[in-house]
């Protein structure tokens, strides 16, 4: 029983630790939030983030890779659960920085990129419980951000797929 209550304390300790790591690394501008539900649902969900950080969500993720269409929330959900960043920008961001996100979904894993209406700014990166709003592609933080938040600590279901899901990415 002792035994028992000092793994359990150690495992606790480990968790805190991971997500502190993945914090401190947190480019600046960088929101938290705590999201700890993480059922299935097949109904629309009303997130409290533009676009979600986490949540409810679909059974099926969305695959990871570029768009140039909106994907759905709860299959973009369901694929920050599995460790990915989600990269959304302005339907009218110029296209040299919208070029700039398809290299990044092209040159990484576990990186999913689409359009979203009515964000908060340019380009907004999104990992489970975590946020960040950039002016620009070319923002240094957000490569700071994927580094951080990508399979990263706080991630709930590291490594489960980012693929064999819904959607045919275009990069």
């Keep these: ?50 676009p979600p950080a986490g949540g409810p969500h679909h059974p099926v993720w969305q695959n990871c890779g570029f ?3 909106p994907v759905v929330d709860e299959h973009a959900v369901h694929s920050l659960e599995h460790g990915a960043v989600w990269i959304t920008y302005s339907p009218d961001l110029p296209q040299e920085q919208v070029d700039t996100l398809r290299n990044i ?4 894993t ?22 960040i709003q950039l002016d620009s ?13 990508r399979l990263g600590p706080q991630t709930p279901e590291p490594g489960a797929p980012c693929t064999n899901g819904i959607g045919e990415p275009e990069a």
Excluded: C, K
């Design 137 to 149: 592609a070319d923002d240094p933080r957000l490569q700071e951000f994927i580094e951080a938040f």
């Design 1 to 50: 029983m002792i035994l028992v209550a000092i793994l359990g304390a150690f495992i606790a300790v480990v968790v805190a630790t991971q997500g502190q790591q993945a914090a401190a690394g947190a480019p600046e501008g960088t929101e938290t939030f705590d999201i700890t539900d993480r059922t299935h649902t097949q109904g629309e969900v009303d997130y409290e983030q533009t």
């Design 105 to 108: 979904a092209t040159g990484q």
């Design 110 to 131: 576990y990186i999913l990129v689409s359009p979203y209406e009515g964000l908060p700014s340019p380009v907004v990166a999104s990992a489970w419980n975590h946020q």
């Design 67 to 69: 768009y140039s269409e």
